[in-house]
Nanobody, 121 residues
């Protein structure tokens, strides 16, 4: 099992940047594919970005492509989401997720508690 704790959320003006972090417990973090999802009020949770076990393969939702970047540091058991050129529509609770597979997957087994990102216009 792995436990995930997100941090780095907050309030930012449109056009600004934030970097989210997700710290994972456990010694097998390096063999997990990781993902970021978000959920805005009144909306379903949506996929944002994913990264494979080694960090050599990433995948993004079209709405964030070119603005967000996912990365990981397996030595620190941490995955990051760098968010640039933020828009008010990026406002949501952001969740980190993990799956015990090396390649990027659509389904995830473990979830963090989420961190709020609010973008003001």
């Amino acid at each position: 099992q792995v436990q995930l704790v997100e941090s780095g959320g907050g309030l930012v003006q449109a056009g600004g940047s934030l970097r989210l972090s997700c710290a994972a417990s456990g010694r097998t973090f390096g063999s997990y594919a990781m993902g970021w999802f978000r959920q805005a009020p009144g909306k379903e949770r949506e996929f944002v970005a994913a990264i494979n076990w080694s960090g050599t393969n990433t995948f993004y939702a079209d709405v964030v492509k070119g603005r967000f970047a996912i990365s990981r540091d397996n030595a620190k058991n941490t995955v990051y989401l760098q968010m640039n050129s933020l828009k008010p529509e990026d406002t949501a609770v952001y969740y980190c997720a993990a799956v015990p597979r090396r390649d990027i997957r659509e389904e995830y087994d473990y979830w963090g508690q989420g961190t709020q990102v609010t973008v003001s216009s």
